[in-house]
T-cell receptor, first 112, second 112 residues
Framework: QKEVEQDPGPLSVPEGAIVSLNCTYS??????FMWYRQYSRKGPELLMY????GNKEDGRFTAQVDKSSKYISLFIRDSQPSDSATYLC????????????FGTGTSLTVIP | NAGVMQNPRHLVRRRGQEARLRCSPM?????VYWYRQLPEEGLKFMVY????????ESGMPKERFSAEFPKEGPSILRIQQVVRGDSAAYFC??????????FGPGTRLTVT
């Protein structure tokens, strides 16, 4: 079983829609949860970071963590064409390890 | 404040040559992670370093790969005797405390 699973999509939505991106993870010891946005042939850009269950909001973005279900989500409100990118979740570290595990990414296209 | 710098951005090596990838972390950051990204795959952890110390190299192949982060200067990822399978994008990320990671633009290595 992979440490982190992410639906690869692709996801295509009209401008202004609410987007929901999700990841599941296997190790209940994981403590930190991050979301990155990656444009084609660029480095990942940190969007959101949290270490507790519940919601964290930043502008149009909301990160949600449910540790009991080992499930995290990123919601994008009022999506814009500039949000078109690949979104990666990153989860870790756990136990005695130091590494973070990344999902394979969900490709999002927002259609004007 | 400049972001994470990586050079070169593109590197072409023939099989059997050495590849040397450099990463300068953000100012004030003393933690560096190296990742490899293959097409259609997520970011794979390779190594985690702090100044002058390798903290976790569990993701690094045992042979041909090495990494360092000297007291002065950039972090270096070295790949000796490259093979075609080493062709990938290599990203480094830096952090103050090891959790919120900020990525560089990556080095795209092509082995011919």
């Amino acid at each position: 079983q992979k440490e982190v699973e992410q639906d690869p999509g692709p996801l295509s939505v009209p401008e202004g829609a609410i987007v929901s991106l999700n990841c599941t993870y296997s190790n209940s010891a994981f403590q930190y949860f991050m979301w990155y946005r990656q444009y084609s042939r660029k480095g990942p850009e940190l969007l959101m970071y949290t270490y507790s269950s519940g919601n964290k909001e930043d502008g149009r973005f909301t990160a949600q963590v449910d540790k009991s279900s080992k499930y995290i989500s990123l919601f994008i409100r009022d999506s814009q064409p500039s949000d078109s990118a690949t979104y990666l979740c990153a989860i870790g570290p756990g136990g005695t390890g130091n590494q973070f595990y990344f999902g394979t990414g969900t490709s999002l296209t927002v259609i004007p | 404040n400049a972001g994470v710098m990586q050079n070169p951005r593109h590197l072409v090596r023939r099989r059997g040559q050495e590849a040397r990838l450099r990463c300068s972390p953000m100012k004030g950051h003393s933690h560096v992670y190296w990742y490899r990204q293959l097409p259609e795959e997520g970011l794979k952890f390779m190594v985690y370093l702090q100044k002058e110390n390798i903290i976790d190299e569990s993701g690094m192949p045992k042979e041909r790969f090495s990494a360092e982060f000297p007291k002065e200067g950039p972090s270096i990822l070295r790949i000796q005797q490259v093979v075609r399978g080493d062709s990938a994008a290599y990203f480094c990320a830096s952090s103050i405390v090891g959790y919120e990671q900020y990525f560089g633009p990556g080095t795209r290595l092509t082995v011919t």
